[in-house]
């Protein structure tokens, strides 16, 4: 006797309607990719039911199984789900668009910050940026829960701040990978529903040749320095979203290598946009915004914000759409648990090397610097308070000890 299917989604709806749901979200989704996951889960199964708990938990296991940005690859699912191909790019956009165009906007204020007040004010958001221990230590509870990942999480990071660098962080994926049949035993596969999007394999086998043939021309791309700014920004944007295991504050040391190290803009504004990316709502890719604009500035900012934020999100909704039609047979292997296992216990020591270089070197310079960033640490972690109020404080008091300074 057969056992009984799982519930199907609600009826096909239109592309309108998941634009207007997303946008009510990514004006008030603060919090980070984890919280997302929990705004979607309270709007899509329980308020609306466009998806019941099993459509949604298969889901989500695809967009940790991926690199990319989680939530925003999650929200696209559901949005294709929902309405087709228009659903999923009316997902990005109302999710995306409120945090991208406020970096943006800092992007072309960040500038006019001149002085002891401006400077106070960049440095307090810089100081938000070592937040990004939280995620540390929450990522390693729940991926690196074990002896094995967790020696693989310290070594990872040992290695990757002994000689930073963007291909050796790629090695290290690759060896977590190979290390997975003795590192990932203690993950188990999952055997519940899995989606299906509407398109075929056939499609789904251009969508991969799309990915990867992008990506090789990324780096051919990366090998013409002579070439014009604008396609190697966007080049090294895609990278970025196409290797990036983690999502959220794991690209943090992806963007600076592309970014920071050749000269593309200076560290100190590029931690300033991440601790601002830490008060905006929506996903943390949306710092891409800040960056294209930061660079470029004027009208060419706002195509080189167009460009990196497209750049960094467009691997990730390819690799997902290419590999949804493959996902019921892929998420009963248990090798391919395994390997996901593994590669998540490297990201752990990914972030971990992220919040030492460049965010604690970068940012800590002073013992009051310590205490406003542990206050904050402590707001999130322990009193649980969302993001904004964290950089809030982070802010005024740095501002009030330039004021008690002066």
Same mark, same amino acid.
């Given at each position: ?15 309108? &309607? ?12 603060? /919090? ?18 466009? +998806? ?6 298969? %889901? ?12 925003? !690859? ?19 956009? /109302?999710?995306? %668009? ?9 992007a072309w204020w960040a500038p006019y910050l001149h002085g002891v007040w401006g400077q106070s004010l960049l440095h307090g958001l810089k100081l938000v940026a070592v937040v990004v221990a939280q995620g540390v230590l929450g990522m390693w509870r729940?991926?690196? =829960? ?21 291909? %050796?962080?790629?090695? $290290?994926?690759?060896? #977590? ?11 188990? =596969? ?6 299906? =999007? ?17 990506l090789v021309l990324t780096f051919m791309v990366a090998t013409r320095p002579s070439g014009h700014p604008l396609w190697q920004i966007g080049a090294a944007f895609y990278r970025a979203g196409a290797l990036v295991f983690g999502g959220g504050h ?16 200076? &560290? @100190? ?33 706002? #195509? @080189? ?9 467009? =691997?990730?909704?390819? +690799?997902?759409?290419? $590999? ?15 390997? $996901? ?43 649980? !308070? ?7 404080w982070c802010v005024t008091g740095t501002m009030a000890g330039t004021w008690l300074a002066h």
């Amino acid at each position: 006797m057969s056992a009984t299917p799982s519930p199907t989604p609600s009826t096909p709806g239109r592309a309108s &309607e998941v634009f207007l749901a997303f946008l009510s979200l990514g004006l008030c989704s603060f /919090g980070g990719p984890i919280a997302h996951l929990g705004y979607f889960r309270r709007a899509f199964v329980e308020q609306r039911r466009w +998806l019941d708990d099993a459509h949604y938990s298969q %889901l989500l296991a695809l967009c940790q199984f991926l690199p990319g940005p989680a939530s925003s !690859q999650l929200g696209f699912s559901i949005g294709l789900q929902r309405a087709g191909w228009r659903g999923g790019i009316a997902a990005f956009l /109302g999710f995306t %668009l409120p945090s991208a165009l406020l970096m943006l906007a800092f992007a072309w204020w960040a500038p006019y910050l001149h002085g002891v007040w401006g400077q106070s004010l960049l440095h307090g958001l810089k100081l938000v940026a070592v937040v990004v221990a939280q995620g540390v230590l929450g990522m390693w509870r729940s991926l690196a =829960p074990d002896l094995p990942r967790r020696v693989l999480a310290i070594a990872t990071a040992a290695l990757v701040l002994w000689k930073p660098s963007t291909l %050796l962080q790629l090695l $290290v994926i690759v060896i #977590a990978a190979l290390l997975s049949p003795w590192v990932g035993r203690g993950a188990l =596969p999952r055997r519940d529903w899995a989606p299906s =999007p509407g398109y075929g394999r056939g499609a789904a086998m251009v969508l991969l040749a799309c990915y990867a043939s992008l990506l090789v021309l990324t780096f051919m791309v990366a090998t013409r320095p002579s070439g014009h700014p604008l396609w190697q920004i966007g080049a090294a944007f895609y990278r970025a979203g196409a290797l990036v295991f983690g999502g959220g504050h794991v690209v943090l040391p992806w963007l600076r290598q592309a970014l920071v190290v050749p000269g593309w803009i200076d &560290e @100190g504004s590029f931690l300033a946009g991440y601790g601002a990316a830490q008060a905006m709502p929506g996903p943390m890719f949306s710092l891409a915004a800040y960056l294209g604009g930061r660079m470029f500035g004027g009208q060419a900012g706002l #195509a @080189g914000a167009a460009i990196a934020l497209a750049s960094i999100f467009l =691997p990730g909704f390819l +690799l997902l759409s290419g $590999v949804l039609p493959f996902w019921q047979r892929l998420s009963v292997r248990a090798g391919a648990v395994r390997v $996901v296992a593994s590669i998540n216990a490297a990201v752990v020591g990914l972030l971990a090397a992220a919040f030492y270089n460049p965010v604690w070197t970068g940012t800590v310079h002073a013992p009051a610097d310590v205490l406003i960033a542990a206050c904050g640490f402590l707001m999130l972690a322990v009193a649980r !308070q969302p993001a904004w109020v964290a950089v809030l404080w982070c802010v005024t008091g740095t501002m009030a000890g330039t004021w008690l300074a002066h």
